[in-house]
């Protein structure tokens, strides 16, 4: 009779331990998984980012060949590109921080190109050029995809971040260094339309 309960006693442990480690398991397997898929998310806002950088010199190109003395303007592109290329962030931290200094490099080449912009409109011939036509279209879509990509970043990011943070698996995620990811946001005062003088 004692042999039988002990024998009782380790199955019942050994079932614990063994749900115990598929609990454990999964919820890690998962939590791979949905990191996986914010670092994903993160590769193709870069790839947005990047083609709206490999959209610039051309568009500065055509700029100039109609408009070479608005040096400044084309130097502070050619300059806010640079900087923007240069500041990447590993999608293993994306933290706030990261974050927002890869923003305001975005949000430079963003104000720099909405400056070149404005001055494109003092050159009508400039404006009718089908190449410069072309080029403008392409960087109007590509911020559209930008856009996109960015709202699928956040809601992959909020996705990650909620199931990381539920009881017990903000136990878990601890326990393997699995960190809340960053959002995207609005830029101060995205909310009051620009100044645009000419």
Same mark, same amino acid.
């Given at each position: 009779m004692? #042999?039988?309960?002990?024998w009782i006693i380790i199955i019942v442990i050994a079932v614990i331990a063994l749900l115990f480690y598929s609990s454990i398991k999964g919820t890690y397997n998962k939590m791979v998984a949905m990191d996986q898929?914010?670092?994903s998310q993160w590769a193709q806002v870069e %790839?947005?980012?990047q083609r709206r950088a490999d959209l610039?010199? %051309?568009l500065v190109a055509t700029v100039k060949g109609y408009a070479a003395h608005e040096s400044e303007t084309l130097t502070g592109v050619i300059e806010a590109r640079a900087k923007a290329t240069s500041t990447t962030i590993d999608p293993t931290n994306l933290t706030? $921080?990261? #974050? *927002? +200094?890869? *923003?305001?490099? *975005?949000?430079?080449l963003s104000s720099a190109l909405s400056k070149l912009m404005v001055v494109v409109e003092r050159y009508?011939?400039?404006? +009718? %050029? *089908? %190449?410069?036509? $072309?080029?403008?279209s392409q960087l109007e879509g590509t911020e559209n995809r930008i856009t996109v990509e960015r709202q699928k970043f956040n809601n992959s990011a909020q996705t990650y971040n909620t199931y990381i943070?539920?009881?017990?698996?903000?136990?878990?995620?601890n326990i393997f260094d699995f960190d809340e990811k960053a959002y995207f946001k609005a830029q101060e005062n995205a909310e009051q339309a620009p100044k645009v003088e000419f």
């Amino acid at each position: 009779m004692k #042999m039988k309960k002990s024998w009782i006693i380790i199955i019942v442990i050994a079932v614990i331990a063994l749900l115990f480690y598929s609990s454990i398991k999964g919820t890690y397997n998962k939590m791979v998984a949905m990191d996986q898929a914010v670092v994903s998310q993160w590769a193709q806002v870069e %790839n947005v980012y990047q083609r709206r950088a490999d959209l610039i010199p %051309n568009l500065v190109a055509t700029v100039k060949g109609y408009a070479a003395h608005e040096s400044e303007t084309l130097t502070g592109v050619i300059e806010a590109r640079a900087k923007a290329t240069s500041t990447t962030i590993d999608p293993t931290n994306l933290t706030a $921080e990261n #974050m *927002q +200094a890869f *923003q305001q490099a *975005q949000g430079g080449l963003s104000s720099a190109l909405s400056k070149l912009m404005v001055v494109v409109e003092r050159y009508p011939d400039l404006k +009718a %050029n *089908q %190449n410069f036509l $072309e080029l403008q279209s392409q960087l109007e879509g590509t911020e559209n995809r930008i856009t996109v990509e960015r709202q699928k970043f956040n809601n992959s990011a909020q996705t990650y971040n909620t199931y990381i943070k539920q009881f017990p698996k903000n136990i878990y995620a601890n326990i393997f260094d699995f960190d809340e990811k960053a959002y995207f946001k609005a830029q101060e005062n995205a909310e009051q339309a620009p100044k645009v003088e000419f």
